[in-house]
């Protein structure tokens, strides 16, 4: 990862900036998924497409070590500020820049396969990840004893609950102390005990002051425990930006 | 927790090539353990299904359609020229076909993770040629029941292989790509795929080429990028010869001319796949 070293040698610098990013998507009025509607509408002049843009010229900086929460209603684009910076979206416009390496917790197992045990889906995330065979190799028990899953190793996935699934993840992800991490919604799921040692890792990180975290979810009393500074995306556009005292309220005081 | 030194160094993969070296090694092995999971012989199926499939075509066709009866390919040589082509295409059918829905297939991760989007194309290829490496046994297992004994020119083996899968590569990045955006491309490319099997020697043998009565229909045969390929392979297994400078080079064509187009639209087209899967 060439990122990573350009991230040491500037380690004061910002871990993320989100330089006027606007991005588009394409409304088209029905999904074109084949030749033949493509080519009549082509023909009918009819090919033009409703455009929605799901960000509005949005920047925000965050500082190495930053602790950010994202705030905002359903649908008003936090999640795509994050697919954004994660690097699964590209910008219609502007840019955005990521130094260091992500550990995306967007939907825990998104790279999982139902077919294969967990023992080889370890190996396969990691490799998604960036991993090394061998770092897998030596903190594979590491994982599993974070997991609390060790007697259902070698059990394949779809025999799994959904939380068992996402205690897996979790720890794959977390294994690494990352540069940046990213956690979407990931704690409503797993038991009381499993979110509780969850958000003692992401805590762990965040004392440590290396990680990078940015954080949703629509709990804004957890935003308000584990975030410092707050930014708040309402329709595609950046309304509030700063401590996360004062955003917060402001979020909350909109529907009074 | 590794401490911050230790981490840029040892945990993860220096380069991007790395990392995806290692994704695709992860691909490969994932679909080859799905696909034999829970059968009974497991990879043995690799190895006999070709040489089943051989026994039932070499049945059919030197009794009823009398092939291998004259010309250049003796009924003992016919087994090993059915074996051999039909391996080699399979390279090129299984590969495409798998990697058409690769991407489609890989939405949710591609969805929620960043990684380099044309791992799931290639990986299809590479797994197919795995399964090649197997079906080589069975080949192998011919050529001892006909004692046909290898000569040097197997050493040009791998040549070819590798030729072949920049070609798959090529067509799989370009049907991958063509599939997000128009589903289409799955039920068209079966068809495709059917006709260049009857429109290839595989099972009749390449004396009929001559004898075919259109010009444009030889000259389209002889370009016919999968008769180059098989006939490298039956040059280099059977025949015990070197491909002739025209086959090598055609060979060499389809390869870069595939990887070029299914490069460029891949690349071009790319970052619009999100939006569509």
Redesign the interface.
Known sequence: ??D??NA?AAAEEYAVEVNDVTMI??MASE?L????E?FIKLAKHELFFKEFRALKHISFKVRRGDVVGLVGTNGSGKSTML?VI?????PSEGECIVRG??A?L??LG??F?M??TAR?NI??NG?????????IDEHLDEIVDFAELHDFMDMPLKNYSSGMVARIAFAIATI??PDILIVDETLSVGDVFFQQKCEERIQ?FIESG?VTVLFVSHSIEQVERICKRAVWIEKGDLRMDGPVKEVCEAYRNQFN | ??D?SS??T???????F??DI??L???V??DF??KY?RSFLGVAWSVLNPLLMMIVMAIVFTTIFAQGRNGSVTPEMYPLYLIVGNVTFAVMSDSTSQALSSIIQAS????????HRFVFPVQKVLFSLVNFAFSLIAVAIVMLWFHVVPTWHLLLLPVCLILLMFFCMGLGLLLSAATVF???VMHLWSVVLTAWTYFTPIFWTTDFIPMMDSHILRVLMYANPMYNYLQFMREIFLFQTCPTPLEFGLCVAWAVIAMAIGYTVFHKNE?KF???I
Do not use: C, W
């Open positions: 990862m060439s990573a070293k040491a998507f394409n999904q998924n084949n030749l033949k493509y697919k994660a690097g699964v979206l590209e390496n992500i995306p967007i939907e998104a790279g396969d077919e294969l080889e190996y396969l490799a998604l990840l960036g991993y090394t065979k061998q770092f690494t102390e762990h290396d | 927790m590794a911050t981490r840029s040892s945990t993860h993969a220096k380069t991007g790395q990392k290692f994704i090694k992860q691909l092995s994932k353990k799905i999971r949710s991760l591609l969805k929620k993770v960043k990684v128009f589903r289409d970052h999100i939006l569509y």
